[in-house]
């Protein structure tokens, strides 16, 4: 079981930056964000793998950084350059793997509101 607690949301103008945290009680493969806006399906925003193998949506190709510390077990999400459409609420998804059991952990999700 992993928990996973997120934080960093709120609410900036278009333009600016915001970065997202999340930190996993445990080991994950791999570490997501996603993002989900009301009436909608969560959607893919920027994952990566191990240290360094990343990917991203094309929505945010560019401007979003995602990153993590495995000494804290924590991932980042650096946003920058935000637009209103980016508005959402971000979750912090977890990937474990074990004897070829993949499983998924999720957060309880941090809102952006980016204002035009």
């Known amino acids: 079981q992993v928990q996973l607690v997120e934080s960093g949301g709120g609410l900036v103008q278009a333009g600016g930056s915001l970065k997202l945290s999340c930190t996993a009680s445990?080991?994950?493969?791999?570490m997501n964000w996603y993002r989900q806006t009301p009436g909608n399906e969560r959607d893919f925003v920027a994952g990566?793998?191990?240290?360094?193998?990343?990917n991203y949506a094309d929505s945010v190709k560019g401007r979003v950084t995602i990153s993590r510390d495995d000494a804290t077990k924590t991932v980042y999400l650096q946003m920058d350059s935000l637009k209103p459409e980016d508005t959402a609420t971000y979750y912090c998804?977890?990937?474990?793997?074990?004897?070829?059991?993949?499983?998924?952990?999720w957060g309880q999700g941090t809102h952006v509101t980016v204002s035009s």
């Open positions: 998804n977890a990937v474990t793997v074990a004897e070829g059991d993949y499983k998924n952990y």
């Open positions: 445990g080991r994950a493969s791999a």
């Open positions: 990566i793998i191990g240290g360094s193998s990343t």
